[in-house]
Antibody, heavy 122, light 107 residues
Framework: EVQVLESGGGLVQPGWSLRLSCAASGFNFDNYAMTWVRQAPGKGLQWVAGINGGGDYSYYTDSVKGRFIISRDNSQNTVHLQMNIVRPEDTATYFC???????????????WGRGTVVTVSS | DIQMTQSPSTLSASVGDRVTINCRASENIFEYVAWYQQKPGRAPRLLIYDASTLGSGVPSRFSGSGSETDFTLVITNLQPDDFATYYCQQYDTYFVTFGQGTKVDVK
C-alpha cells in the first residue's frame, strides 16, 4: 500500500527556519517526482515545490523561491522541505504528495499525506 | 503561470441533484486536468485525471469532460458523502496550479 506521512510542523517565529519531512513507502520511490502543496487556514490548495525522482531538479512557486529548499534522500525514501526566513503568510497545512506517473512532475497527484501544520507567529 | 478559474465558488444542492462545476484555464492545457475532492481536516482525494478518466475506486456518478481551456466536473445523483469542496488542477507544465475551489453544501 502506498503511504506518505509528513512530520516536522509546528510553531515558528517569523524569520526563523523549519524543516518538514515526508516518509514514503509502498512504491518504487526514486521513479517518482514528489511535491509539497500547502493550504492556508480556510483557503484553497497552493502548489509549493516539486522535485524529480533523481533529486537533481527542483522547482518552486514564486512566493517561496530563494527561501524554501526541497530535497530527497532516495536511500531513506524521504522528502524534505527546508523552510527558511519564514513569513506569517507561510502559515498553512503542508501536504506531501506523490505524482501519479513515473519520471515526470507534469502529471496529477494520486497520493497525499495527511498534512503537517506550520504556524508562523511571534 | 497558468491560471485556473473555477466556478461557482459555492453551490447549494440536495441529495439526488445533478451538480456541475466549471474550470477555465488561462491558456490551452489540452486535457491535462485533474479534479480532487476535499473534506474538512482531510487530504484531497483524486477523482478525475486527464480531464475525463475516473480515478481508482471513484464512483461512476462522477464524470469529467473538456479540453483546451474549458473543463467540467459533473456529479449525478448527489449523495450525502459528496458534500465537500472540489478543486481542479492543471498539469500542463511542472508548475501545476489549482482552481480556487467549489464548496458543495446542503441547500
Amino acid at each position: 500500500e502506498v503511504q506518505v506521512l509528513e512530520s516536522g510542523g509546528g510553531l515558528v517565529q517569523p524569520g526563523w527556519s523549519l524543516r518538514l519531512s515526508c516518509a514514503a513507502s509502498g512504491f518504487n520511490f526514486d521513479n517518482y517526482a514528489m511535491t509539497w502543496v500547502r493550504q492556508a487556514p480556510g483557503k484553497g490548495l497552493q502548489w509549493v515545490a516539486g522535485i524529480n525522482g533523481g533529486g537533481d531538479y527542483s522547482y518552486y512557486t514564486d512566493s517561496v523561491k530563494g527561501r524554501f529548499i526541497i530535497s530527497r534522500d532516495n536511500s531513506q525514501n524521504t522528502v524534505h522541505l527546508q523552510m527558511n526566513i519564514v513569513r506569517p503568510e507561510d502559515t498553512a497545512t503542508y501536504f506531501c504528495a506523490k505524482y501519479a506517473r513515473p519520471l515526470t512532475g507534469s502529471t496529477h497527484i494520486d497520493k497525499w499525506g495527511r498534512g503537517t501544520v506550520v504556524t508562523v507567529s511571534s | 503561470d497558468i491560471q485556473m478559474t473555477q466556478s461557482p465558488s459555492t453551490l447549494s444542492a440536495s441529495v439526488g441533484d445533478r451538480v456541475t462545476i466549471n474550470c477555465r484555464a488561462s491558456e490551452n492545457i489540452f486535457e491535462y486536468v485533474a479534479w480532487y475532492q476535499q473534506k474538512p481536516g482531510r487530504a484531497p482525494r483524486l477523482l478525475i485525471y486527464d480531464a475525463s478518466t475516473l480515478g481508482s475506486g471513484v464512483p461512476s456518478r462522477f464524470s469529467g469532460s473538456g479540453s483546451e481551456t474549458d473543463f467540467t466536473l459533473v456529479i449525478t445523483n448527489l449523495q450525502p458523502d459528496d458534500f465537500a469542496t472540489y478543486y481542479c488542477q492543471q498539469y500542463d507544465t511542472y508548475f501545476v496550479t489549482f482552481g480556487q475551489g467549489t464548496k458543495v453544501d446542503v441547500k
